[in-house]
């Protein structure tokens, strides 16, 4: 038996296992997803489930309490219709703030749209309650276990004393007197990309000294949309001091709450491209938690629980909190947790295990994308430097093959001669190995070596938001998503929309081709399941990549056809006669019989 060919045969094998268990999309379970997570009300009177005081929770930040529990959800314009509201309008955020329980509850993403095209519809963050999926931020106060005085909750009218809208360079104020003594004053301001400050100040004007725990939640109600691959997280999120990344599903939060007691990090929650995260104060102890409930729909929240502050007669006291609410761009991660002091927030990017490859992968295309102006064509400069640093090694591998393939007469003869002695055949064939000085391993080095860049690079594709909707050239206007074109309606000339698993289109088909020439550089194993294996592996490739992001069936097809280049030239330096056009014309030419069967 070719051992040659039976380790690149498995090592094949493992690269389609793993591609097939951990990261082919299934458009069948997309689109049930898609349909289960169509918008879903709660109740306008759904409560937030309140931050913790001890293993008690402390008295709920109330929502708006609409009359009627079975009200049908309205749409997100006419809700941000009704009521007071504050505008946001920075450089990449629209939205508004509603008066009413001082909430964070209006925010899209200016540079990022729903589709490839620029006139589609921005992409919404947060949308309040009432709105068919609510989601939003809120800060506040809750007494201490037995208090009573009156604090701002979600019916809350506040004031404005500040005209205008809140932008990077205009802070919005707000206030409320409850009446009894305790006067609330908040400071809103938005830096130039996702960060919100949120600044508290409590002025105690009565005869009693008043404790309060200040807080801060993110509520997500309904059931979010999620892509629902295994190796992208989508749920409840957070760094939390000495314990860590910790990572929930909206499943797993709802089996029960979580609940941490640290300082410093983050915590919030997170989907594909998007996220809102909570940031305490990182030098102050607090309560971190992520909780789901039923009550009147499903909803989902991260927040967290300063320690407690106690405002004597005539006081003030202030807290500070900032809120992010944006788009997953690595440079603007990076930059908070640099010099914003945020622990780990590079962490919001579900980078993966393999963090240590598919981080400096990103930094590698982004360099050269800045270079360029194309991540495609990035893909394929950082795919020759691949090519060059493994070159030793693959040098090495072709070597072997080539080795091998000038002993083929020979590996035959002792085939012939040990027909019916495989364990003589065998050891015959290891001692020509030796004395020809043969690695019948090697073949499958350049396989192997692949299979982490081409990881790493499907990682960097699927998570990071700096890949979508990026273009490549001609019919390839996002390098995340897959080929659109297809064979079976010749591409597009056919009025004709194929099923999901016919969509084969150009890309996936000039990677098949060149993962067939490539394999005919040496020839076809005499074994037939090897030849079996041989024949048709670039056909299933084929059929397995064409619904993989459009960049990683260009980096493959790149890949294979440096790949012929270098073992072409390293066959005829070896003395080895490259038959690539015949070992192509034997591949479709029909076999004799068995002229021993005869």
């Not at 095209?117 to 009432?130: Q, R, T, Y």
């Not at 940031?279 to 309560?287: A, G, L, N, R, S």
């Not at 299979?451 to 960097?460: A, T």
Request: proline share 7%; charged share 20%; hydrophobic share 40%.
């Amino acid at each position: 038996m070719d051992t040659r060919n039976t380790i690149i045969a498995v090592a094949l094998s493992i690269c389609v296992l793993i591609g097939w268990q951990y990261f082919f999309a299934r458009p069948q379970l997309e689109a049930q997803r898609q349909q289960q997570a169509t918008q879903q009300a709660l109740s306008a009177d759904t409560r937030d489930l309140g931050p913790m005081i001890g293993e008690q929770a402390a008295p709920r930040p109330d929502a708006p309490a609409a009359a009627a529990t079975t009200a049908a959800p309205r749409s997100r314009e006419d809700i941000l219709k009704q009521g007071v509201r504050v505008a946001i309008d920075s450089e990449r955020l629209n939205g508004s703030i509603s008066l009413t329980g001082a909430r964070i509850d209006d925010v899209s993403l200016k540079d990022y749209r729903e589709t490839v095209n620029p006139k589609s519809p921005e992409i919404v963050l947060f949308a309040p309650l009432g709105s068919p999926q609510p989601y939003y931020a809120e800060f506040g106060f809750v007494n201490a276990p037995g208090g009573t005085v009156k604090l701002p909750d979600g019916q809350t009218e506040w004031k404005a004393e500040t005209t205008g809208a809140l932008t990077s360079t205009t802070p919005v104020v707000l206030s409320w007197d409850n009446g009894e003594g305790l006067t609330f004053r908040r400071t809103i301001s938005l830096d130039d990309d996702y960060m919100f400050t949120v600044k508290d100040t409590v002025s105690n004007a009565g005869a009693a000294a008043q404790t309060l725990y200040p807080y801060a939640l993110i509520s997500r109600r309904g059931e979010p949309h999620v892509e629902g691959y295994y190796i992208l997280h989508e749920g409840l999120i957070g760094f939390l001091g000495d314990e860590g990344l910790q990572e929930l599903s909206y499943k797993k939060v709802s089996e029960g709450a979580r609940t941490f007691k640290v300082t410093g990090g983050w915590l919030g929650i997170t989907d594909k491209y998007w996220a809102s995260a909570l940031i305490p104060p990182q030098d102050k102890p607090y309560t971190g938690r992520f909780a789901a409930t039923t009550e009147g729909g499903k909803a989902y929240q991260s927040d967290y629980l300063l320690e407690p502050v106690t405002l004597a007669p005539g006081a003030t006291a202030e807290t500070s909190n900032r809120l992010f609410a944006g788009a997953k761009q690595v440079s603007v991660l990076d930059r908070y947790e640099k010099e914003g002091g945020v622990e780990r927030f590079e962490l919001l990017i579900d980078w993966g295990w393999f963090h240590f490859i598919t981080r400096p992968m990103f930094y590698a295309l982004d360099f050269f994308y800045k270079l360029v102006g194309n991540f495609g064509v990035s893909i394929l400069i950082v795919t020759v430097i691949v090519k060059l640093l493994f070159f030793p090694l693959a040098n090495k591998s072709y070597v072997s093959m080539s080795k091998m393939k000038l002993v083929q007469p020979e590996m035959q003869r002792l085939r012939e001669q040990y027909k019916d002695d495989r364990a003589k055949q065998q050891q015959e064939l290891m001692e020509l190995y030796k004395r020809e000085k043969i690695n019948p391993l090697a073949g499958c080095l350049p396989v192997l070596v692949q299979i982490p860049v081409f990881f790493s690079l499907y990682k960097v594709l699927f998570i990071t938001i700096e890949m979508r909707h990026a273009p490549f050239f001609g019919w390839i206007h996002d390098l995340a998503a897959p080929d659109p074109t297809t064979l079976f309606n010749l591409f597009g000339l056919i009025p004709w929309d194929p099923p999901h698993f016919l969509m084969i289109g150009i890309w996936p088909l000039i990677m098949g081709v060149t993962m067939f020439v490539q394999m005919r550089l040496n020839p076809a194993p005499a074994d037939p399941a090897q030849q079996f294996v041989f024949n048709w592996m670039p056909v299933f490739f084929t059929f397995l990549l064409a619904s993989f992001p459009a960049g990683l069936v260009i980096y493959w097809s790149w890949n294979n056809t440096l790949s012929i280049i270098q073992q072409s030239i390293i066959m005829k330096r070896q003395g080895v006669k490259v038959d690539l056009f015949g070992n192509i014309r034997d591949a479709f030419r029909k076999k004799p019989a068995d002229a021993t069967k005869s």
